[in-house]
């Protein structure tokens, strides 16, 4: 018997947490007498802020080491789990690590009645709107808990590593036990008993919320993935052909690697307020990923589907709510915000405050040094230009 | 003033910057990467009719994921060490073509980028030997202060005390990374006299400054050479929103000099010292990255000290670490 | 020596006597080259200090760079090459390892750059005389490699290896191999061909859709996942087995335009029929090896002599076939491969691998000799001779490796 679990997290924000929690799985299961290991998908590494990324524990009741790694370790990649964490829950819409991958679901490692596990504020029926339906029935189960992010070398200590410990024995004590997760946590930080809670508590948690999806249930997944040319059937000398020259002023003005898109790298994505603008170029300027397309109007369009969420734009955005940045699973589509406005000013803008509401949150210098909640400002259509940043 | 001598197409305003991207969106870099605006920024200022390559680092493996590119002008990989000799490779192979009529006398830019370890410390030599041929061709260093492909060590550039994953801090050595940084820039600027242009940079402040300094070497010809002082909010740990600021800082500290060397004579882009406009404390610069999170008041004073000794001790500030000269 | 004139035309506008390392030289310059990167390096330096007079002397026009380390050399050629300039360059012993990286970039980038490659043993101790080492290096690496005898050879071997090289089915570099001080230094009468001549059998390159130029906007070399290196590989493994074919070619044209210059093109049979022992080398070797042959033919020993020339890619059928006529073939290696299976040379295990498949199989023994420049003389050749006559009638021979010209 194997159990294989896939933690799915944010490039380097969630690197350390990731990695943590593979770990913990193989090393309580080993205290509970089993064989396990752990690793992550080799070629996430370099990995990048915010790119979607992998890493696996593996965990056998009767199958030797060797065995158990020929049947798991010699991969890249898993062809089933029994569950697949996800630790930021913008990762639903899908994820694309590198080129040539296409956007997958999240979900597309979960095997018959393996569960999706999700840390999120939000219920399972609101997360299903994102999920790719499956042929068969699966199981979600949600836990809650703030985006956890942190750094390289500053950790985001918020307890999301004990509570998903926890998650995991609640769905599968196959894999883990929660007396030995919480055995171990206290071993391990005998002054720290919340650690321990978290991780009941959690264990608590997903066994209520989890829930069984049927077959068919969950959307219809949109994006193709790509089919990979024979040896003979592209260029010799390691060429390939650049992106073709095209500009012009509007949306989707410039040209564009059209076989990897960034999309899924974003958490949250940049709203305009085009009423504000003052057309002082800098969100165009300062975007790392050359998102913004100039309009013949003078204000800038937003390619999303190519925007990483990097929150430069909204910082450097020198009118206070013109560009705010708001969480991603806010969006079903990635069409033009400039064309919405155009075709009708009020109605945009009226969504774009309803998108952004007043309630925000934004990330310190020092990312893992935990969120900031900020209190936002609604400006009605024709409302006098908001003030702008100290 | 001597920057005023060259006659370049000098961007004077924001909104006359090219709208069109040569380097366009679609690259596996980190959310708000510096390094990638750098990019964004030399080939914009640059133009089609310009062929690059890039030696490997973050600016090669994370930009190009195989049969996907987001280069538009024609670009080529090059080994770690050979950013100054694959432009030479280049602008060389192109001036015999054009004088032996096998290919159409055009002016075509040859732009080598190259990261800190590549540039500033392998491919040194290589720069060197680049610098001292009449070829037009442009050396990029684009300074991270780590290989940040490998997932962040240090390298001959890391600023002083900076973590690393070969200088993490311990119980018994807090500062495992006791190098001070590398003055690239100035020693490649007083090692070569024949180079006419030479200057440190930062991609996004102040505004406009790095896409003219682009401008301006090109414009000069023969080989050139600019470095570009990049925050890594993956490296540097800092949240990608602030990449600009991180930069701002690192400059107004007096930490990171900008000059421009431009046929022997000095021209701070920026001055940083007393009789200018001064400088911010390095303090701030370092208590908004992680990597810095494990120094102690007496480090950031040891840090500090040798910034103010830079700016108003040494003969040509940023340049030169010469104090003046003894009598015999 | 050469064979009789084409009866068409004369193709040769002079004779001089030239070194290996000038022969290469004229044969840089026929070819009319573009970029040439330089690095002093023993032996294989003169063919640039040579090329410096004759670019100084207007008599070819190509940039001449003064590198400043062998990666750079290899770097700077090797980009040029990918603007779609025909390139030189060279080297060395160790210097040709100190470049390694940039040499097999050159390959998996399937550049055409051709090299002189001046055999010298490697360090340490500090040495110059020649040992194949240093070339072999690039024997499994996606390179063209073949070793010349005269230097004639030599400068004929500069046109054939650039048009092989940069052949649209092969695209790879080329190492041209010369034993050092032997073939790179000594003085031999050269015909020089007329640029007339050249022009007719080397065709301009012409990198097609792969140079790097505005007009083709191409990204060469993005960084590979695991989706893509074998698939990468497959296409320079099936080049590099076209390339057998193209040599073919090359060698047909030559003897088109030049008269019949070779019998074949991988390698050089000499007193082979009805021979029942032939010895079999690579470079000068075959000096004193066909002259040994000569004496034990007048003594009535049905011995014979195989030069080969090609490397790389190896002529496997072709050699076979030639070998699998004689009862016992001698393996010269002027290199080593320290702790390999029986403890022998590298061009044993290639020859010894190709005619693995053959029912009745010649038997094999293997000869370590000159390394280091050490001499290797006729009577080395007789005594070499005798021990592969011995072991047609051994059939286990107490040691399989011998090595001859060693003080013992």
Known sequence: MIKRVEINYRGIFQKNLGKKIGSDIVIIASRMGRIGFSNGRYSDSPERNGIPCKYFAFVSHDLSEEELEAECGAKLDIDQCDISVVLDDTMLKGVEPWGWHGVRPINEKVQPNGTLLVVTKRTPDELLEFIAKKPYSWKLATYSGDLSFGGLWVFRDDLTHEKTLGAVAGIDSDIIGIEAAEGYLRYKTPKEPARAEAARLAYEEVRKTVRTVKPGEGVEWKHEIPVLPKWFEFMEGAAVPAVKREFSLGPKGQSRNETFKRGTTKNQRPVVRFDLCTKCTLCWLECPDQCFDQTDDGLYDIAYEYCTGCNKCAQACPVKECIVMVDELQFTDDSSPWEAYKANPEKYTEWAEDRKSTGRYIHPMVTGTGLEFLEGELVPFGGKRASPKK | ?328 | MIAEEPKTKNVYEREDLLTGCQAVSQGVRLADVDVIAAYPIRPYTEVMDALSKIIADGELDAEYIIADSEHSQFEIVKHASSVNARAFAGSSGTGWCYGFEALVVTATDRLPVLFLVGNRALDDPGAFGVEHNDAMAVRDMGWLLAWVTTPQEALEHVLIGYRIAEDKRVRMPMALAMDGAFLTHSQHMVKIPTAEAVRQFLPPYDLGEGRLHPDNPISIAPQVNEDWVMELRRQNWDAARRARGVIKEAYREFNAVFGERYSSPFFTEFMTDDADTVLIGLGTVCAPGRTACKRLREKGHKVGFVSLRWFRPFPTIELRESLKRFKAVGVIDRDFAHGSPDDGGIVMHEVRSALYPLKNRPAITNIITGLGGRDVSIDDCIRMYEIAQKSKTEDKLDNFVTWIGVRE
Request: charge should be positive.
């Open chain 2, 1 to 328: 003033m001597a920057t005023e001598t060259i006659v370049y197409d000098k961007i004077k305003g924001v909104h006359k910057i090219p709208l069109e991207e040569f380097y366009t969106s679609g690259h596996r870099t980190c959310q708000g990467c510096e390094s990638a605006t750098t990019m964004r920024a030399f080939i914009k200022v640059a133009g089609p009719r310009t062929v690059v390559t890039g030696s490997t680092g973050c600016m090669y493996v994370a930009n190009t994921s195989y049969m996907t590119t987001p280069w538009i002008v024609p670009w080529m990989h090059t080994q770690l060490g050979a950013g100054g000799s694959s432009a030479i490779g280049m602008a060389a192979g192109l001036r015999a073509l054009k004088r032996k009529g096998k290919i159409k006398d055009e002016p075509i830019n040859a732009i080598a980028f190259c990261g800190d370890l590549g540039g500033g410390d392998m491919g040194l030599s290589g720069i060197s030997g680049a610098l001292q041929t009449d070829y037009d061709l442009l050396i990029i260093m684009y300074d991270n202060e780590s290989a940040a492909n490998t997932d962040i060590q240090a390298t001959g550039l890391s600023t002083y005390g900076a973590q690393t994953t070969f200088t993490p801090p311990g119980s018994k050595h807090r500062i495992m990374q006791k190098r001070w940084k590398k003055n690239v820039a100035g020693m490649l600027a007083v090692g070569h006299p024949t180079c006419k242009y030479v200057a440190t940079a930062c991609a996004t402040f102040p505004p406009l400054d790095y896409m003219n300094k682009v401008r301006k070497a090109l414009a000069v010809g023969g080989p050139t050479f600019i470095h570009t002082y990049d925050p890594c909010p993956k490296g540097w740990d800092f949240h990608p929103r602030y990449s600009h600021e991180i930069g701002e800082f690192g400059i107004k500290s007096g930490l990171y000099p900008l000059f421009e060397i431009i046929e022997g004579q000095v021209v701070y882009t920026y001055d940083c010292r007393k009789t200018a406009k001064g400088r911010t404390p390095v303090k701030e610069f370092l208590e908004a990255q992680g990597r810095f999170a494990h120094l102690i008041p007496e480090d950031v004073d040891y840090i500090q000290k040798r910034v103010d000794d830079m700016w108003e001790e040494w003969d040509i500030p940023g340049v030169a670490p010469i104090k003046g000269v003894l009598k015999a």
